[in-house]
């Protein structure tokens, strides 16, 4: 009976979008009830639904919702050429101690509404709209489980996955898996981060989760801002915002996240800049279709993003793929076809002279039902450009490596030299933001185009 509902809702959620008066298209109506109905029947397996004592008003929304069956384990992405390991494959298995965030304090929560008690929001809290699923209805993973990067057997060499290196521990976040889980709480020995993966704005942002003497972990608040991920943290239940790591609504409201550099890049690059790193396993949990990808076809540039309420920024399409830097009081965003054309582009943001580049071979997450099968939108590394105190200029080589003319020395997209005088060293990563334009122009409606 249930299944029955749930796709009785989704039916009803096309019909809805394609109504008569002809303002939504076939794709948006699709798209929606793709969104709407991979929310609803993903939510909490029964089986983790007794987790926590349920004493949050978060959980206690979520509660309501957690006797929806699990769908089967997907292995979608087995099928293809894999990377990096032999026929004789051992399972290594790694234990990563994990900071816990604290107790929930006894403030008023924002995911019940707004109170005398919250200081100023720093947006209105009635742009802040239901997704769907209720907080925690798409589960973030708290106790990851990791693997060795050589043991791996279940990613393609050109799957996409989060890259995020904290005092040369470095980690492997599969998109496959931050789809359908959006955030990851984790510790990097003594530094505890929030990894977020945003599928309908195509952005990752990891964030460390300590504030001040406080030790915060975050879920998914089931609200969008811009069609854009809303995080709460558990501590206090305010809201967030993912884009930018700022509480909007609640206690915390003006309380920013620092933000850590990360980059989307592929399962074969990872391993070969990484292979003593470590990779987030499928043992989350939950039962999900790691390996297929929910929001089939929601790149297409002709397609308005879901739930947007706003002005769209009409000097690119809306779902232009854009790599977008912030420095200071500036924000750019070079559109990613330009930088594909140029394969290295020198430019300067807020009175930084930065190197930004780009490389093939990665699939895109958003485009086909199996992510392994996605089209080609490669990888961007952004670094400062300067070694050892000398500053550097850089070429592609038709080998995919990167060249400096001052030294010849040879650097990975990873900004790592493999060979020549600056062997070994690393270049300053900057945060950058591989995203779609609408989201960046709504949150930085003053971002410089480079095209």
Not at 40 to 61: F, H, K, L, R, W
Not at 402 to 418: H, L, R
């Amino acid at each position: 009976m249930r299944r029955l509902l749930l796709l009785l809702t989704a039916l009803a959620l096309v019909a809805t979008a394609c109504g008569s008066d002809g303002s939504s298209t076939p794709q948006d109506a699709a798209a929606q009830a793709t969104e709407a109905a991979a929310n609803i029947t993903e939510d909490q397996d029964a089986t983790d639904a007794a987790d926590g004592d349920g004493d949050s008003d978060a959980e206690a929304m979520a509660d309501e919702d957690t006797e929806a069956a699990a769908p089967e384990a997907d292995t979608a992405s087995d099928d293809g050429p894999t990377c990096g390991f032999g026929d004789d494959l051992t399972v290594e298995s790694v234990e990563i101690a994990q900071i816990e965030g604290d107790e929930r304090d006894t403030n008023p929560s924002a995911l019940v509404g707004a109170h005398p008690d919250f200081p100023e929001p720093l947006i209105d809290p009635d742009a802040i709209i239901s997704g769907g699923p209720p907080p925690d209805g798409i589960p973030p993973i708290d106790s990851p489980r990791f693997q060795t990067a050589g043991s791996v057997d279940w990613l393609q060499c050109t799957e996409p996955v989060l890259s995020l290196v904290v005092d040369g521990d470095a980690r492997a976040y599969p998109i496959q898996i931050m789809t359908w889980h959006e955030i990851v709480n984790d510790t990097f020995t003594d530094v505890p981060v929030t990894v977020s993966f945003c599928p309908l704005c195509n952005s990752a942002l990891v964030y460390r989760r300590d504030v001040a003497d406080r030790i915060l972990d975050f879920g998914t608040s089931g609200r969008l801002f811009n069609s854009s991920l809303v995080m709460y943290d558990r501590q206090t239940e305010s809201l967030w915002t993912h884009f930018n790591g700022k509480a909007v609504v609640g206690s915390l409201a003006g309380t920013e996240l620092e933000l850590l550099a990360v980059q989307t890049t592929s399962w074969e690059n990872f391993l070969r800049q990484n292979p003593d790193g470590i990779v987030l396993t499928r043992d989350t949990g939950f039962q999900r279709s790691y390996g297929r990808n929910p929001y089939e076809g929601y790149d297409n540039t002709s397609d308005n993003p879901f739930l947007f309420r706003g002005d769209l920024d009409e000097r690119l399409a809306a779902k232009e793929r854009v790599v977008s830097i912030g420095i200071g009081e500036e924000t750019a965003a070079i559109v990613l076809d330009h930088l594909i054309d140029e394969e290295v582009l020198t430019l300067n943001v807020g009175g930084r002279d930065l190197t930004v580049w780009h490389l093939p071979g990665t699939n895109s997450a958003l485009d086909s039902g199996v992510i392994a099968d996605g089209r080609d939108i490669g990888t961007v590394g952004v670094y400062l450009p300067a070694a050892n105190g000398q500053a550097l200029s850089f070429t592609r080589n038709a080998d995919g490596t990167f060249v400096d003319a001052e030294t010849g020395s040879t650097w990975d997209i990873g900004g790592v030299a493999i060979d020549g005088e600056f062997a070994g060293t690393r270049l300053e990563a900057v945060e950058h933001l591989d995203t779609f334009w609408f989201a960046i122009a709504a949150f930085e409606p003053d971002t410089r185009i480079v095209q």
